[in-house]
């Protein structure tokens, strides 16, 4: 027996709906607002959507106004930590910088390897983030800001990846990389 997962309705492709949605108008607003809330309520589940942008600049507007929906849905709680320009709490997901995390051709996390914030200490200003592909690490205040960290709700993906839904594209974590590749 297959099964076949329901989108929910705010996540259908819409043909109404123009094909980019630049976000100045109050309609499009609420539309991308809507698909939002609704990725959101999604997020961390088994049916979670991956946000594709079309360059590392929407990629990072994406990933503020991401952020900011789970936040909003009750999906990122608890205390946080400053990490260079960006504000780490538990669960969020975030992505490595260009030199990435430790020793180059050591041991360390490798650039653009993505991981999932799992605790933080306010008080001594470390957070513990788990990257999947390449273990889990204490970073204090300096190694925090040395890792250049940015969220990883949003990456960037060649036009044609994914599908355009209320303004933005979308697609499951599993088909990135085979569209990619």
Not at 138 to 167: C, D, F, M, S
Request: hydrophobic residues 40%; charged residues 20%.
């Amino acid at each position: 027996m297959t099964t076949t997962k329901r989108l929910d309705p705010a996540l259908r492709p819409n043909p109404t709906l123009p094909a980019y949605l630049d976000g100045n108008d109050p309609a499009e607003r609420a539309v991308r607002a809507k698909v939002l809330e609704t990725w959101a309520r999604q997020w961390g589940t088994a049916d979670e959507l991956v946000l594709l942008a079309s360059s590392r600049g929407e990629a990072s507007h994406l990933n503020r106004l991401a952020r900011s929906a789970l936040r909003t849905a009750g999906r990122l709680t608890g205390p946080a930590v400053s990490a260079g320009d960006v504000e780490l709490s538990p669960g969020d997901r975030v992505v490595t910088g260009a030199h990435g995390i430790g020793r180059p051709g050591g041991h360390g996390i490798p650039p653009g390897c993505l991981g999932d914030v799992r605790l933080v200490d306010p008080a001594d200003g470390t957070a513990i983030i788990d990257f999947p592909a390449a273990g889990v690490i204490r970073l204090n205040r300096g190694g925090l800001e040395r890792a250049a960290l940015a969220y990883g709700y949003a990456v960037p993906a060649p036009p044609g990846v994914g599908r355009r839904i209320g303004g933005l594209r979308l697609a499951t974590p599993a088909h990135i990389g085979a569209e990619i590749a």
